[in-house]
C-alpha cells in the first residue's frame, strides 16, 4: 500500500528545454545591434575628420562623395605641423596644461589628505562648499574675471589679458575643486589603521602623506591628473576671453580663429588641426582609459 | 625600566565615559591581558596608552614618565592592531623596517633587527613579499615582526587574533607567548576572549562598563572570582548561577535551592557563611565541572541530586548535560560513559567544596 | 617619601613640556589649515569673489562709471531677444538633458547585456565624443553641417531627401545644436549608469524573475529604484552643465540665425565681450544663477540624503 501514488492521469505541461538560452541569444543580438548602431553614431564625427584630413582642398571643393577619399594626401597635415602658428598653438596649450596640471595636483593632495583625514573645525562644510563652488560655471565667471583681470593689469602694471599665463590663474579654478573631489574619496578609503600605525611608527603628517597615502591612493593620483590634463587642453571660454593675439592662443582658440580667415574655410587643414588638437587627449584615453573612467566615475560613486 | 602604570584614568566621549576612572601597575616584563565584553572600554584604555587618544582625566606613566602628552612616536612603544595594518605598497621587509628608517637607523642594524625578527616568526622566506601575496596569519607574523625591530619599552596587542579562524588561533597563541618569553617585552595585550586571557597572561585585567572588575592571576580569578561580572566571564561552559538562600536546620546551615532541594553545607563553608543574613537572596555560583555523575563514594561535601536532562551535548572527552532548576538553565558535565541522554533523569552530584555564594543584589563574592 | 617627591618633579617636568607640546598638538589643526590654505585662497579669489563681483558690475552703467540699480535688467527684460535667450536656454536644457539620459541608459543597458570581456572594447568606443574636446568636435559638426558640402545632406540626397539647411533654418538650428549637446554628453551618462547597473545585485533580478516580471517590470521596479540617486545626480549635474553651456553653441550657429539659438552664455559673451558692455553681460549671466541655486540645492539634498543612508 503506498501512500506516494504518482498521479499519472494529471495534466502534464509540456515543457520547452532551451527557450530560456534561445531568449538569451536574440537578447544578445539585439544589444550588439543596437550598440554597434551608437557606436557608428559616436565614431561618425572623429572618422569624418580623419578622412576630410587626408584630402586635399581641390578634392573638398570638387564635392565628390564626402565619406571617401579618392586622392589620398599628407599636405594638410605637412601644412599644419611646419606652420610656425599651429607649433605655436599647441606648444602653448602643451605648457599651460602641464604647468596647471602641476599646480593642481599641489592644491588638491594636502588639502584633500588635510581634508579626509585630519578632522579639523570646518572640514566637513568646506568639503561640501569645495563641491559646491565646482556648480559655478564658467560662463558666469568669464566676465567679472575679465573686468577683475584688466584692473589688475591697470593697477600694477602686469598685463594679464592677452597673455598665456593668465589662463594659469583661472584654470585650477576648473581642475582643483574636483580633483580634489577625487582624492578625498580615494584617501578615506584608506583604513584608518593605517595612518595609526604610521603615527606609532613615528611618522609626521608629511610624511604620512608622501610615504603611505600618495603610493597607495597612485591609481587616484593618475586618475585626477589625466581629468586635470583633459580639462585644462580642452578649454575654449576662458582662452577666448581673455587671449586675442594669435601668439598667445592655444590649440582650441587657435584653430578656430586662424584657421577661418575671413569667408574662406580651409576644411582640410580645419579638419587636421582639429584631428590633432584632439590627438593627445584621445592618446591619454587609449592607453590610460581605465584611469580615465575612473576619474570621472569617482566624483559620483564615491562621492 | 619598562613598568607602566594607569592612575584614575578616565575617557570621556561628549557626555558618555568610555573609561570611569582605572587603576592598573605593570611591572616590567610582565604580561597583562585587559579581557571584557565589548564597550568596556579595553580598547579604549589600550589606545589611550598608545596615545591614539587623549585622556581625559588621570595619568598614565610609562617607564616613571608621565607620557600624558607625548605623542605616540615618542612613547617608544609598538602596537599590533586587529587588522594588521601593514602598508600595502611595501614589501615585508620594507614594512617592518619602516620606523627604523624613518629614524634613520644605519642600514646594517636595520638589516640585522629585521632579519632577526623574521628569523624569530619564521617569515624569513617571505621577507619580500607584499603583504597582498601572504595568509592572513603571515599577515600577522609581519605585524608583530613590525613591532619587535622596534626594541620598544612596551608590546600593545588589539584584538590581534579576531580575525583569524579558530586553528590558526590556537597556533597565534602559542606563537605569541614563545616570542615574550624570548624578547621579555612589557605587553598589554586586549582580547574579548577569555580563552586567550587565561592562557597568554601573567596577570588578567577583567573589564567591564569602563571599570576594572577585578585584576588577578588566571588561577586566581577562575577559583577566587570577587564579583559576578567575573565568576560568570571566566570559564567555558560559564558558571551556573541559581538563587537560593540560607536556612539553619538541625544546627547545620543549610542552602536551600527549591521546595524539594535543600543541601547541607561542608564545615569550612559554613563557617565562612555564618553571618550572613538568612533572609537575603542570593546566588549559588557552581561552575559545571563541579556537578557530574554521582558515584558510589561521595566526599564529604558532595551532594547527591536527581534531575531530568533537557539536552546532552557529547564532546567527546565528555558530555555537557543542561536541565532545568525552577526555571533556570543549569549546566553539568559528566564522562561520556555515565549514560546521559536527552530528556531522561540522571543522578547528579554537586560538590560543594569548591561553591561560590553571592549576594544577588550587590553581585558581591561572600 | 622620597618616590613621592621623585615622582612629582618628573611629573612636573613632563607637565611643563606638556604646555609645549599642547601647542604642538594644536599644530594638528594649523597644519591641517595650511593645507588647505591655497585650495580657499583660489576658490575665495578667482570663484566666489568673481560671483558677487558680477552682482556688483551688473548694476553699473556700461561706462562704469555710476550706478544704475536694476537698469540692466529692466533694459533686459524689454528686449525680445532677452526672451528668446530664455525660451531657448530652458528648451536646449531641458531637451538635451532628457535625451542624454534616456540614451545613456538605453545604451547602458545593452553594454551591460554583453559578456563583461567584451564591454571594455564597446565602452571604449562610446565613450569617445566624451574624450574629445568639444571644441575640436564641433569643428567637425559644423563641417558636416556645411551648408554647400553637408556629408549628411550628400547621404540624404541619395533617398531623395531635400538639402536640409541644418544650421541656417531655426527649428533645425536649434535641432542641431542639441544634437551636438546629446552626441557629447550621452557617453558620460552610459558611463555612469553603466557602473550604477553593474551595482545593482544580481539576485533581485532573479527574485522578480521569479515573482514573474517581465523586462519591462524588471527595469521599472528594480533598476530604476536602485538607480534613483545615481540618476538625480547625474541628471542635475548635467541640467548645470548644460545650461551653462558655451562651447558648442558659440561654434556651430554663434547663437544665430538670427540669434534664435543664442543661450545665456553665448548671449553674454556677444553682449558683454562683443559688444563690450560688460554690465549688461554679467546680468545676462546672472540669470543663470537661479537655476543653478535650485539645482545646487537638490544636489546637496541628494548627497546628504545619501550620506544617511551609507
Not at chain 2, 564532546?315 to 553539568?332: A, I, R
Given at each position: 500500500?503506498?501512500?506516494?501514488?504518482?498521479?499519472?492521469?494529471?495534466?502534464?505541461?509540456?515543457?520547452?528545454?532551451?527557450?530560456?538560452?534561445?531568449?538569451?541569444?536574440?537578447?544578445?543580438?539585439?544589444?550588439?545591434?543596437?550598440?554597434?548602431?551608437?557606436?557608428?553614431?559616436?565614431?561618425?564625427?572623429?572618422i569624418y575628420m580623419l578622412i576630410t584630413s587626408l584630402k586635399s582642398s581641390a578634392e573638398i571643393s570638387a564635392a565628390t562623395n564626402p565619406w571617401w577619399v579618392y586622392h589620398p594626401t599628407l599636405e594638410n597635415y605637412i601644412a599644419l605641423l611646419t606652420s610656425n602658428q599651429?607649433?605655436?598653438?599647441?606648444?602653448?596649450?602643451?605648457?599651460?596644461?602641464?604647468?596647471?596640471?602641476?599646480?593642481?595636483?599641489?592644491?588638491?593632495?594636502?588639502?584633500?589628505?588635510?581634508?579626509?583625514?585630519?578632522?579639523?573645525?570646518?572640514?566637513?562644510?568646506?568639503?561640501?562648499?569645495?563641491?559646491?563652488?565646482?556648480?559655478?560655471?564658467?560662463?558666469?565667471?568669464?566676465?567679472?574675471?575679465?573686468?577683475?583681470?584688466?584692473?589688475?593689469?591697470?593697477?600694477?602694471?602686469?598685463?594679464?589679458?592677452?597673455?598665456?599665463?593668465?589662463?594659469?590663474?583661472?584654470?585650477?579654478?576648473?581642475?582643483?575643486?574636483?580633483?580634489?573631489?577625487?582624492?578625498?574619496?580615494?584617501?578615506?578609503?584608506?583604513?584608518?589603521?593605517?595612518?595609526?600605525?604610521?603615527?606609532?611608527?613615528?611618522?609626521?603628517?608629511?610624511?604620512?602623506?608622501?610615504?603611505?597615502?600618495?603610493?597607495?591612493?597612485?591609481?587616484?593620483?593618475?586618475?585626477?591628473?589625466?581629468?586635470?590634463?583633459?580639462?585644462?587642453?580642452?578649454?575654449?571660454?576662458?582662452?577666448?576671453?581673455?587671449?586675442?593675439?594669435?601668439?598667445?592662443?592655444?590649440?582650441?582658440?587657435?584653430?578656430?580663429?586662424?584657421?577661418?580667415?575671413?569667408?574662406?574655410?580651409?576644411?582640410?587643414?580645419?579638419?587636421?588641426?582639429?584631428?590633432?588638437?584632439?590627438?593627445?587627449?584621445?592618446?591619454?584615453?587609449?592607453?590610460?582609459?581605465?584611469?580615465?573612467?575612473?576619474?570621472?566615475?569617482?566624483?559620483?560613486?564615491?562621492? | 625600566?619598562?613598568?607602566?602604570?594607569?592612575?584614575?584614568?578616565?575617557?570621556?566621549?561628549?557626555?558618555?565615559?568610555?573609561?570611569?576612572?582605572?587603576?592598573?601597575?605593570?611591572?616590567?616584563?610582565?604580561?597583562?591581558?585587559?579581557?571584557?565584553?565589548?564597550?568596556?572600554?579595553?580598547?579604549?584604555?589600550?589606545?589611550?596608552?598608545?596615545?591614539?587618544?587623549?585622556?581625559?582625566?588621570?595619568?598614565?606613566?610609562?617607564?616613571?614618565?608621565?607620557?600624558?602628552?607625548?605623542?605616540?612616536?615618542?612613547?617608544?612603544?609598538?602596537?599590533?592592531?586587529?587588522?594588521?595594518?601593514?602598508?600595502?605598497?611595501?614589501?615585508?621587509?620594507?614594512?617592518?623596517?619602516?620606523?627604523?628608517?624613518?629614524?634613520?637607523?644605519?642600514?646594517?642594524?636595520?638589516?640585522?633587527?629585521?632579519?632577526?625578527?623574521?628569523?624569530?616568526?619564521?617569515?624569513?622566506?617571505?621577507?619580500?613579499?607584499?603583504?597582498?601575496?601572504?595568509?592572513?596569519?603571515?599577515?600577522?607574523?609581519?605585524?608583530?615582526g613590525r613591532a619587535i625591530v622596534r626594541h620598544p619599552k612596551v608590546f600593545l596587542f588589539d584584538e590581534p587574533l579576531s580575525n583569524l579562524d579558530a586553528k590558526l588561533r590556537v597556533q597565534m597563541r602559542i606563537e605569541i607567548k614563545k616570542v615574550h618569553q624570548k624578547v621579555?617585552?612589557?605587553?598589554?595585550?586586549?582580547?574579548?576572549?577569555?580563552?586567550?586571557?587565561?592562557?597568554?597572561?601573567?596577570?588578567?585585567?577583567?573589564?567591564?562598563?569602563?571599570?576594572?572588575?577585578?585584576?588577578?592571576?588566571?588561577?586566581?580569578?577562575?577559583?577566587?572570582?570577587?564579583?559576578?561580572?567575573?565568576?560568570?566571564?571566566?570559564?567555558?561552559?560559564?558558571?551556573?548561577?541559581?538563587?537560593?538562600?540560607?536556612?539553619?536546620?538541625?544546627?547545620?546551615?543549610?542552602?536551600?535551592?527549591?521546595?524539594?532541594?535543600?543541601?547541607?553545607?561542608?564545615?569550612?563553608?559554613?563557617?565562612?557563611?555564618?553571618?550572613?543574613?538568612?533572609?537575603?537572596?542570593?546566588?549559588?555560583?557552581?561552575?559545571?565541572?563541579?556537578?557530574?555523575?554521582?558515584?558510589?563514594?561521595?566526599?564529604?561535601?558532595?551532594?547527591?541530586?536527581?534531575?531530568?536532562?533537557?539536552?546532552?551535548?557529547?564532546?567527546?572527552?565528555?558530555?555537557?548535560?543542561?536541565?532545568?532548576?525552577?526555571?533556570?538553565?543549569?549546566?553539568?558535565?559528566?564522562?561520556?560513559?555515565?549514560?546521559?541522554?536527552?530528556?531522561?533523569?540522571?543522578?547528579?552530584?554537586?560538590?560543594?567544596?569548591?561553591?561560590?555564594?553571592?549576594?544577588?543584589?550587590?553581585?558581591?563574592?561572600? | 617619601?622620597?618616590?613621592?617627591?621623585?615622582?612629582?618633579?618628573?611629573?612636573?617636568?613632563?607637565?611643563?613640556?606638556?604646555?609645549?607640546?599642547?601647542?604642538?598638538?594644536?599644530?594638528?589643526?594649523?597644519?591641517?589649515?595650511?593645507?588647505?590654505?591655497?585650495?580657499?585662497?583660489?576658490?575665495?579669489?578667482?570663484?566666489?569673489?568673481?560671483?558677487?563681483?558680477?552682482?556688483?558690475?551688473?548694476?553699473?552703467?556700461?561706462?562704469?562709471?555710476?550706478?544704475?540699480?536694476?537698469?540692466?535688467?529692466?533694459?533686459?527684460?524689454?528686449?525680445?531677444?532677452?526672451?528668446?535667450?530664455?525660451?531657448?536656454?530652458?528648451?536646449?536644457?531641458?531637451?538635451?538633458?532628457?535625451?542624454?539620459?534616456?540614451?545613456?541608459?538605453?545604451?547602458?543597458?545593452?553594454?551591460?547585456?554583453?559578456?563583461?570581456?567584451?564591454?571594455?572594447?564597446?565602452?571604449?568606443?562610446?565613450?569617445?565624443?566624451?574624450?574629445?574636446?568639444?571644441?575640436?568636435?564641433?569643428?567637425?559638426?559644423?563641417?558636416?553641417?556645411?551648408?554647400?558640402?553637408?556629408?549628411?545632406?550628400?547621404?540624404?540626397?541619395?533617398?531623395?531627401?531635400?538639402?536640409?539647411?541644418?544650421?541656417?533654418?531655426?527649428?533645425?538650428?536649434?535641432?542641431?545644436?542639441?544634437?551636438?549637446?546629446?552626441?557629447?554628453?550621452?557617453?558620460?551618462?552610459?558611463?555612469?549608469?553603466?557602473?550604477?547597473?553593474?551595482?545593482?545585485?544580481?539576485?533581485?533580478?532573479?527574485?522578480?524573475?521569479?515573482?514573474?516580471?517581465n523586462w519591462w517590470q524588471r527595469i521599472w521596479y528594480v533598476t530604476l529604484p536602485m538607480m534613483r540617486n545615481i540618476i538625480a545626480i547625474t541628471t542635475l549635474f548635467s541640467l548645470i552643465v548644460t545650461f551653462a553651456n558655451f562651447d558648442i553653441t558659440r561654434i556651430l550657429?554663434?547663437?544665430?540665425?538670427?540669434?534664435?539659438?543664442?543661450?545665456?552664455?553665448?548671449?553674454?559673451?556677444?553682449?558683454?565681450?562683443?559688444?563690450?558692455?560688460?554690465?549688461?553681460?554679467?546680468?545676462?549671466?546672472?540669470?543663470?544663477?537661479?537655476?543653478?541655486?535650485?539645482?545646487?540645492?537638490?544636489?546637496?539634498?541628494?548627497?546628504?540624503?545619501?550620506?544617511?543612508?551609507?
Amino acid at each position: 500500500m503506498s501512500s506516494l501514488a504518482i498521479d499519472k492521469a494529471g495534466p502534464r505541461r509540456k515543457v520547452k528545454y532551451g527557450s530560456m538560452s534561445r531568449d538569451r541569444v536574440w537578447a544578445l543580438r539585439w544589444s550588439y545591434f543596437f550598440l554597434a548602431l551608437f557606436a557608428i553614431f559616436s565614431l561618425v564625427p572623429p572618422i569624418y575628420m580623419l578622412i576630410t584630413s587626408l584630402k586635399s582642398s581641390a578634392e573638398i571643393s570638387a564635392a565628390t562623395n564626402p565619406w571617401w577619399v579618392y586622392h589620398p594626401t599628407l599636405e594638410n597635415y605637412i601644412a599644419l605641423l611646419t606652420s610656425n602658428q599651429f607649433l605655436r598653438f599647441f606648444w602653448n596649450s602643451a605648457w599651460v596644461s602641464i604647468i596647471v596640471v602641476a599646480v593642481t595636483m599641489l592644491i588638491s593632495v594636502p588639502a584633500a589628505f588635510a581634508l579626509a583625514r585630519m578632522k579639523f573645525w570646518g572640514s566637513a562644510t568646506l568639503a561640501t562648499g569645495v563641491f559646491l563652488t565646482y556648480l559655478i560655471p564658467d560662463s558666469l565667471l568669464f566676465i567679472p574675471l575679465f573686468k577683475m583681470f584688466a584692473l589688475f593689469g591697470d593697477w600694477t602694471g602686469i598685463p594679464l589679458i592677452n597673455h598665456w599665463y593668465v589662463l594659469l590663474l583661472v584654470y585650477p579654478t576648473l581642475t582643483v575643486p574636483f580633483c580634489t573631489w577625487i582624492m578625498i574619496g580615494y584617501f578615506a578609503s584608506i583604513p584608518k589603521e593605517l595612518d595609526e600605525a604610521a603615527l606609532i611608527d613615528g611618522a609626521s603628517w608629511l610624511q604620512t602623506l608622501t610615504r603611505i597615502f600618495i603610493p597607495v591612493a597612485l591609481p587616484g593620483l593618475i586618475a585626477a591628473t589625466i581629468f586635470a590634463f583633459t580639462v585644462s587642453w580642452a578649454q575654449f571660454l576662458y582662452p577666448l576671453v581673455f587671449t586675442t593675439s594669435t601668439d598667445q592662443l592655444v590649440m582650441p582658440v587657435g584653430i578656430i580663429t586662424s584657421l577661418i580667415k575671413g569667408d574662406v574655410f580651409n576644411w582640410g587643414q580645419i579638419m587636421t588641426g582639429a584631428l590633432l588638437g584632439a590627438a593627445p587627449p584621445l592618446l591619454i584615453y587609449a592607453f590610460l582609459m581605465d584611469y580615465y573612467i575612473a576619474g570621472l566615475t569617482a566624483g559620483a560613486t564615491k562621492g | 625600566m619598562a613598568d607602566v602604570s594607569l592612575r584614575k584614568v578616565v575617557k570621556r566621549y561628549d557626555d558618555v565615559e568610555a573609561v570611569r576612572g582605572i587603576d592598573l601597575d605593570i611591572a616590567d616584563h610582565e604580561f597583562v591581558v585587559l579581557v571584557g565584553p565589548s564597550g568596556c572600554g579595553k580598547s579604549t584604555t589600550l589606545r589611550m596608552i598608545a596615545g591614539l587618544e587623549d585622556i581625559t582625566d588621570g595619568d598614565i606613566v610609562i617607564g616613571g614618565d608621565v607620557v600624558n602628552d607625548v605623542p605616540p612616536k615618542d612613547r617608544d612603544i609598538a602596537m599590533v592592531f586587529q587588522n594588521y595594518a601593514l602598508y600595502p605598497h611595501m614589501t615585508v621587509a620594507e614594512n617592518m623596517s619602516f620606523a627604523l628608517r624613518l629614524k634613520h637607523f644605519p642600514k646594517g642594524e636595520i638589516k640585522s633587527r629585521v632579519d632577526e625578527a623574521a628569523r624569530m616568526l619564521d617569515i624569513s622566506d617571505l621577507i619580500d613579499r607584499k603583504p597582498k601575496q601572504l595568509s592572513g596569519g603571515q599577515r600577522q607574523r609581519v605585524a608583530m615582526g613590525r613591532a619587535i625591530v622596534r626594541h620598544p619599552k612596551v608590546f600593545l596587542f588589539d584584538e590581534p587574533l579576531s580575525n583569524l579562524d579558530a586553528k590558526l588561533r590556537v597556533q597565534m597563541r602559542i606563537e605569541i607567548k614563545k616570542v615574550h618569553q624570548k624578547v621579555r617585552t612589557t605587553t598589554v595585550y586586549v582580547t574579548h576572549d577569555q580563552v586567550e586571557a587565561m592562557t597568554l597572561a601573567d596577570r588578567v585585567v577583567v573589564m567591564n562598563k569602563g571599570r576594572i572588575e577585578q585584576i588577578g592571576t588566571p588561577n586566581e580569578l577562575y577559583h577566587k572570582p570577587a564579583t559576578r561580572f567575573v565568576a560568570g566571564f571566566i570559564g567555558s561552559p560559564a558558571m551556573n548561577f541559581l538563587p537560593c538562600r540560607l536556612e539553619d536546620a538541625g544546627g547545620r546551615l543549610n542552602i536551600r535551592l527549591t521546595d524539594r532541594l535543600s543541601f547541607p553545607l561542608p564545615p569550612q563553608r559554613a563557617a565562612r557563611y555564618q553571618n550572613v543574613p538568612r533572609n537575603d537572596k542570593l546566588l549559588l555560583g557552581i561552575r559545571p565541572e563541579h556537578l557530574t555523575e554521582t558515584s558510589a563514594h561521595l566526599e564529604s561535601g558532595v551532594e547527591p541530586f536527581d534531575a531530568v536532562l533537557d539536552v546532552t551535548e557529547p564532546m567527546g572527552m565528555e558530555t555537557l548535560v543542561y536541565f532545568t532548576l525552577e526555571g533556570n538553565q543549569v549546566c553539568g558535565r559528566v564522562s561520556p560513559g555515565a549514560g546521559a541522554r536527552d530528556g531522561a533523569p540522571l543522578r547528579l552530584a554537586v560538590d560543594l567544596n569548591n561553591m561560590h555564594l553571592l549576594n544577588e543584589g550587590t553581585g558581591a563574592v561572600l | 617619601m622620597v618616590d613621592v617627591v621623585f615622582q612629582s618633579t618628573r611629573v612636573a617636568e613632563s607637565r611643563r613640556a606638556g604646555k609645549s607640546l599642547k601647542v604642538a598638538l594644536q599644530r594638528k589643526s594649523t597644519i591641517a589649515f595650511l593645507m588647505t590654505l591655497p585650495l580657499i585662497l583660489l576658490i575665495a579669489l578667482l570663484v566666489l569673489y568673481p560671483a558677487i563681483y558680477a552682482v556688483h558690475l551688473a548694476t553699473l552703467n556700461k561706462a562704469m562709471t555710476k550706478f544704475v540699480g536694476l537698469g540692466n535688467f529692466e533694459f533686459l527684460f524689454k528686449r525680445e531677444t532677452f526672451w528668446m535667450v530664455v525660451e531657448q536656454s530652458c528648451i536646449f536644457a531641458i531637451t538635451a538633458v532628457i535625451f542624454k539620459a534616456l540614451i545613456g541608459f538605453i545604451v547602458a543597458h545593452f553594454a551591460h547585456n554583453i559578456p563583461t570581456k567584451k564591454q571594455r572594447k564597446w565602452r571604449g568606443m562610446l565613450l569617445v565624443p566624451w574624450v574629445i574636446p568639444p571644441a575640436m568636435s564641433t569643428l567637425a559638426w559644423l563641417w558636416l553641417f556645411d551648408p554647400s558640402y553637408s556629408a549628411f545632406n550628400y547621404t540624404l540626397g541619395f533617398f531623395g531627401i531635400g538639402p536640409i539647411s541644418w544650421l541656417g533654418e531655426v527649428g533645425w538650428a536649434r535641432f542641431s545644436v542639441i544634437l551636438v549637446n546629446v552626441w557629447y554628453g550621452a557617453p558620460f551618462f552610459m558611463i555612469m549608469y553603466l557602473a550604477a547597473l553593474k551595482s545593482v545585485p544580481e539576485q533581485l533580478y532573479e527574485a522578480a524573475a521569479i515573482d514573474g516580471a517581465n523586462w519591462w517590470q524588471r527595469i521599472w521596479y528594480v533598476t530604476l529604484p536602485m538607480m534613483r540617486n545615481i540618476i538625480a545626480i547625474t541628471t542635475l549635474f548635467s541640467l548645470i552643465v548644460t545650461f551653462a553651456n558655451f562651447d558648442i553653441t558659440r561654434i556651430l550657429t554663434a547663437g544665430g540665425p538670427l540669434d534664435h539659438t543664442h543661450i545665456f552664455a553665448t548671449w553674454a559673451f556677444r553682449v558683454g565681450i562683443e559688444g563690450s558692455d560688460i554690465p549688461l553681460g554679467a546680468s545676462v549671466s546672472l540669470f543663470m544663477a537661479p537655476i543653478l541655486a535650485i539645482a545646487a540645492v537638490f544636489i546637496l539634498r541628494d548627497i546628504s540624503k545619501r550620506g544617511n543612508e551609507a
